[in-house]
Nanobody, 115 residues
Framework: QVQLVESGGGLVQPGGSLRLSCTASGFTFSSYTMNWYRQAPGKERELVAAITSASGRTNYASSVKGRFTISRDNAKNTVYLQMNSLKPEDTAVYYC????????WGQGTQVTVSS
């Protein structure tokens, strides 16, 4: 059974940093692209960053490019999202997801950027 467990969220001041983690189980993690999404109150879930399985190629939403970095450790079945220069508009619940298992979501981790 596919399971995704996100962690690392919290309250941070504007300009601060956080590193999110997502540990996956139930599938061969190293074989699949992994994505980070976020959902702010009253808004639709949006794709933030993606990393492919083999080459580790990355893509980012324009709103986070240059501030966020997605990475993965296949030995630990974990994908990370390093978030720097955080802004209040980054406030959201953050989720990881494997597109190949689109119906499976974790509980998410809350990120709040506020002074």
């Amino acid at each position: 059974q596919v399971q995704l467990v996100e962690s690392g969220g919290g309250l941070v001041q504007p300009g601060g940093s956080l590193r999110l983690s997502c540990t996956a189980s139930g599938f061969t993690f190293s074989s699949y692209t992994m994505n980070w999404y976020r959902q702010a109150p009253g808004k639709e879930r949006e794709l933030v960053a993606a990393i492919t399985s083999a080459s580790g190629r990355t893509n980012y939403a324009s709103s986070v490019k240059g501030r966020f970095t997605i990475s993965r450790d296949n030995a630990k079945n974990t994908v990370y999202l390093q978030m720097n220069s955080l802004k209040p508009e980054d406030t959201a619940v953050y989720y990881c997801n494997a597109p190949a298992f689109a119906g499976y979501w974790g509980q998410g981790t809350q990120v709040t950027v506020s002074s």
